[in-house]
Structures are given as structure tokens and as C-alpha cells.
């Protein structure tokens, strides 16, 4: 089975324009990611794929592996799409590349997904992370999962689910983190299929997933990592990697 990994960089972030080149102890955020997927050693080759020249020029630098999109996305799923296409490839893995903090163990569990699945039930799997914090809970920028018994995805959503009608039934909450791993077919038919009205709605791609039927096993970690979506979190990456 070969496996790679593919590192989505938009230079023009809505929250957090050039957030990938902002320096993080010395080397850019996007540099720092792209390393420490390729320290995993998980991977048969890693790739960051983008549509900015300051971010092509950054890793072809360093001597990493870059490919330049050809076309405008709306979603990293895309960029990733168009660059696997022609590729002699069995799995994806998207690492986002404002997660510098790139954790093997979590990647391992997603690699199995794909290893254990003979069947090849599985479509592509992805990271949740178990959440108390009311505020967190609630909060429309935390990307809320439910799951069924054998943890695949039912829904996601900005809302909290499932409802607290009854707050005496012991609910647990978990986080979405937006690392995935794709077989091929699947990340290029999500490429031709359109947007519907679930994803549209929330703004959520993996919503196309599920309303095409796809199917998407959650695996749970215990690390939650920073995403570098605005300027305070950047802060705290500093801090961190200090």
C-alpha cells in the first residue's frame, strides 16, 4: 500500500492572511509543519501543494516537495484532488499546514484505519478528540462530530450536537480536527461531485462526503495540537514550541 502525504497552503487565509509564513522559532509555520510530517517517517513521499508563489518558493528552498496548483479551490480537498490525480498512489493524508505540532501517534492510528480494512469499507477516516468545555462546546468555530456505534460519522456541525434536551443522559462531545486520510477514488470523486446543501449551509467540505454516502471512520486521540487560525494562536505556538 503506498501512502503519502499532502500538506493543503493557501497563502490568503480569510482569518489570518500569510498566517504559513509567519516565523515560528525561526523557520516559517509552513516549513516547520512540512518537517515534522517528513520526521514521521510514515509516509512514502510528503508534498505541500499550493497556490501562492511565496509559499512554492519557501519549500522549493528547502528542498521539499512542492507542487503548484493549477486551478483556484474553494477547499483543501480540492487542491489535494487535482494534485493526486495522475499519481501511482493507494492513501492520502491531509496534514493541514497550520499544525506545525504534527503528532506520528495520531497518524499511525489513521494509517491502520486503511491497513485493517480489507473489505475496503472504509472511504477515508479523520481525527475527533473528546471536548468538555461548555464554551468550547458551543463555540460555531469548533467543528462538532457524532458517530455511530462503530464510529463512523453521522453528521458534523458548528452547532453543538447532539442537543442537551435531556441534560441528565451523559453525552460526550467530540471535537472534529481536520486531519484526514483518503483512499484515491474517494478524494476524486468528492473533485467532480457538487457542493450540496448541507456543506453550502455549514461551510463544512466533509459534509459532501457524507451526503454522497461516503463513508468516514473516526479515530479518537488524545491531542488536541494548536491550529494556527488567527494571531493569538500563533502566540501560543511560540510559546509552545519555546
Known amino acids: 500500500m503506498k501512502i503519502i502525504s499532502m500538506i493543503p497552503a493557501r497563502y490568503a487565509a480569510s482569518r489570518f492572511p500569510g498566517k504559513l509564513m509567519q516565523d515560528l522559532g525561526g523557520k516559517t509555520v509552513i516549513q ?3 518537517e515534522a510530517t517528513v520526521a514521521t517517517k510514515l509516509f512514502d513521499d510528503v508534498f505541500v ?3 501562492s508563489d511565496i509559499i512554492y518558493k519557501q519549500i522549493e528552498r ?3 516537495n512542492v507542487i503548484m496548483s493549477k486551478k483556484e479551490h474553494e477547499c483543501g480537498s480540492d487542491r489535494i484532488a487535482e494534485a493526486v ?62 458517530i455511530d456505534q462503530s464510529d463512523f460519522a453521522l453528521y458534523f456541525s458548528r452547532s453543538p450536537i447532539p442537543f442537551p434536551r435531556d441534560k441528565s443522559v451523559a453525552v460526550k462531545y467530540y471535537k472534529h480536527k481536520g486531519v484526514y486520510a483518503f483512499r484515491k477514488q474517494a478524494i476524486l470523486d468528492f473533485y ?13 467540505e466533509q459534509l459532501r462526503y457524507l451526503e454522497y454516502g461516503k463513508r468516514i471512520k473516526m479515530v479518537e486521540t488524545d ?7 488567527t494571531p493569538e494562536d500563533l ?4 510559546k509552545l514550541w519555546k
Open 62 to 64: 528547502i528542498g521539499g
Open 192 to 204: 467532480k461531485l457538487p457542493m450540496q446543501v448541507l456543506e453550502a449551509s455549514e461551510k463544512l
Open 85 to 146: 490525480e495522475n499519481m501511482d498512489i493507494d492513501v492520502v493524508v491531509n496534514v493541514q499546514g497550520d499544525e506545525p505540532f504534527t503528532d506520528k501517534e495520531s497518524l499511525i492510528k489513521l494509517i491502520d484505519v486503511f491497513k485493517v480494512d480489507a473489505n475496503q469499507e472504509v472511504d477515508l477516516a479523520s481525527l475527533m478528540v473528546h471536548i468538555t468545555n461548555t464554551e468550547e462546546i458551543n463555540n460555531p468555530n469548533t467543528v462538532k462530530v457524532v
Open 235 to 238: 502566540e501560543r505556538a511560540i
Open 32 to 34: 516547520r509543519t512540512y
Open 49 to 51: 501543494v499550493t497556490d
Open 223 to 229: 491531542v488536541e495540537g494548536i491550529e494556527i487560525d
